[in-house]
């Protein structure tokens, strides 16, 4: 039965909220911006001791700040050939193999990687019996979202959706939250094959972006929107832990590998916090 959050997120303006922050977060105005810069960082407890501009007055804007960059060294990115790395700072909400074409969200709910994907039943099936991994980030995460293995953007779509919130309480009682939501899924040639890098959109969530694409702004409805690549105005390969896009306030990533190429992020535990760069899990199989 849906908890009170999420009879809540079904009542209000999801989109006219998110629209609202969005407008907020740019405000330029340093009183304003600065007042929004503070009270955040001690409302979440957000670490600024490795950042790379001072704070507040080294910020533009607010939506500057959470979509900050951090000081060289600040994360060390495991080179070991066959690791794959964890693309974003936050916390392990689901891992492991991926049952037939069944993808978990939550204990007793999983959804399907056609729905997930929302493609033909051949690019669904590539994946089927492979592995997979949730990351969800907190607002007071780094947004950043980086390579987990080096390879070249083969493609990208936009798929219009919802913006429910992906905390805990939300992922553990909505079953259609990661297929409803609104996404950008990213297509990665790398040394295991194709690999699947999803942005989930969500709540406040006014953009997302990626170096190829630039702002991505949230729509309700709408078509399937093939990213026009040939127009990127960065190099579309990449190597491992090389900075792909970011949120513009927080939400979750999903990582899809095909089958018999990875040890199904088995070192990793539900509710693990990890650090972009750190190994979540081992190449089994180079194609």
Known sequence: MPNLFVILQRLIPLYVITQFIHWLARIRIPAVKNMLIRCF????????????QNVPDGYLTFNDFFIRDLAPGARQINDSPYSIISPVDGTISAAGPIEEDRVMQAKQIDYSLADLLVTNKTDADYYANGSFVTIYLAPYNYHRVHAPLSG??????????????????????YAQLFVGNERLICNLDTDIGDVTLIFVGALNVGTINTIWTG????RRKGLIEEIDLSTAYSDLNFNKGA????????????????????????????GQSVKMGEE????????
């Open 243 to 270: 900075l792909l896009g970011w949120f513009n306030l927080g939400s979750t990533v999903i990582l899809l590998c095909p089958p018999k190429t990875s040890s199904h992020f088995s070192g990793i535990g539900l």
């Open 280 to 287: 979540i899990g081992k190449i089994t199989l180079k194609k």
């Open 215 to 218: 702002d991505i702004r949230p």
């Open 41 to 52: 960082i001690n409302h979440y407890r957000v670490e600024t001791n490795e950042l790379n």
């Open 152 to 173: 070249y953007l083969r493609a990208a779509r936009y798929v219009p959706g919802s913006l429910f919130s992906v905390n805990d309480g939300t992922v553990q009682n």
